[in-house]
């Protein structure tokens, strides 16, 4: 008998399977998965503009953008073009090129606290070096992060981290010392009265405090601009460095980052210290840190703090930032996406309301969150205080309509220039229907 044609087509549970097989849960990053869900996770073939297939070629209007690079969406013509002229000049030298000069240069056009960017390959490696640097600048050993926060699974930052640790309800993971993370203070989001007890009980041994401005491992909470203020007052009196990790937020959020938003809040607003990543490598692997001249001259090979990577700034990763910064650059670019995004969320919101479903909304530039209860939270607690079920049967209800959303509650959403009207209407009138079940 002939093969029937279908049976050349892997489905996406055979992929899954046989990805089980080869790689430790099938996948190369857990939340992938799709654990906190349930349900089996799609094995993407390609993308285009606002949109995903899947190996069984179904078509997904795409929230995820691979996690928050993808802002223009997939395969920006001028981006693409980038990346193959690049890429027919050569992959990789390890030798020092013109283009990484240019990508740092861009950087530090947009965002005023910086003199001075160290490339890497992931944010990760970024947030790890950032402490790094803090420590070493400082000498001293104490760093303080947020619960929810979430800066990469360096070992020092593996407490109670948010985002695929969540799923698995372990507060740390195994394999980091007890001795490793006896320097991390870990403290509640949004809390100024812990702030203050720490730095009273720590203030000459804390080297950093490191923060998401806008926590997108824990869904969508924003730092609010007391809490901020208070960190910048509590870092100056006592010698500390304020690290912004805008690995997500960076150049997403707003040209200037995160950062320039609360400029406008605090007069005269800077971290000491920027962490960015997913943005500038447009989907390349790129991240980096960045700082005062002053700050960064503790790196080698100019001073004592070791920090390196073979292919750190790589030739095609900076041609891809490159593009996608040019592109993001244009006038109105970051209006034009946050109304996009307000638009999404408000129909989402009214859609919730006309179904009598508990729910809350906010977004900034191309980021967002919702919240299946009626206050947007403050913290991590409260973001876990979220009706799970409910939020699985919308992620099913949504995927199964061709909406490819965050696959669990704490993680944020992200919009690209892509989305048309029609995209955003389809993405509503699929909710409409979703949450009338729900
Ligand atoms: N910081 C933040 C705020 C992040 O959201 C992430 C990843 N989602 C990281 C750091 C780590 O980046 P990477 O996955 O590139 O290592």
Known sequence: ????????????????????????????????????VGGTPRFITRAEGAYIWDAEGQRYIDYIG????????????????????AARDGFSFGAPTEREVELAEAIIGLVPSIEQVRLVSSGTEAGMSAIRLARGATGRSKI????GCYHGHADALLVKAGSGLATFGHPTSAGVPAEVVQHTLVLEYNNVEQIEAAFQAHGK??????IEPIAGNMNFVRASVPFVKRIRELCDQHGAL????????????????????????IPGFTPDISVFGKVIGGGMP???????????????????????????????????????????????????????????????????????????????????????MPELPQNYQQVMTTDQARFNRFFHGMLERGVYLAPALYEAGFTSAALSDADLDATLAAAKDVLAQA
Request: aromatic share 10%; with cysteine.
């Open 242 to 265: 304020f690290i912004f990790d805008e690995v997500m937020t960076g150049f997403r959020v707003a040209l200037g980052s995160a950062q320039s938003l609360y400029a406008k809040a």
């Open 66 to 85: 691979s996690w928050g690079p993808m802002i223009l969406g997939h395969g920006h013509p001028a981006v693409l073009e980038a990346v193959l002229a």
């Open 205 to 210: 041994d804390i080297a950093c405090v490191m």
């Open 286 to 372: 790129l991240a980096a840190f960045a700082s005062s001249r002053r700050i960064m001259q503790n790196l080698a090979p100019l001073g004592p703090v070791y920090q390196a990577g073979t292919l750190s700034g790589n030739p095609v990763a900076t041609a891809c930032g490159l593009a996608t910064l040019k592109e993001i650059s244009k006038p109105g670019f970051h209006e034009a996406l946050g109304a996009k995004t307000r638009r999404l969320m408000t129909g989402l919101k009214a859609a919730a309301d006309a179904a009598g479903v508990p729910f809350s909304v906010d977004s900034e530039g191309g980021m967002f969150g919702f919240f299946f």
């Open 144 to 147: 303080i992060k947020f619960e």
């Open 1 to 36: 008998l002939p093969r029937p044609e279908a049976a050349a087509v892997s489905t996406n549970a055979q992929l899954f399977e046989r990805a089980q097989q080869s790689i430790p849960g099938g996948v190369n990053s857990p939340v992938r998965a799709f654990r906190a």
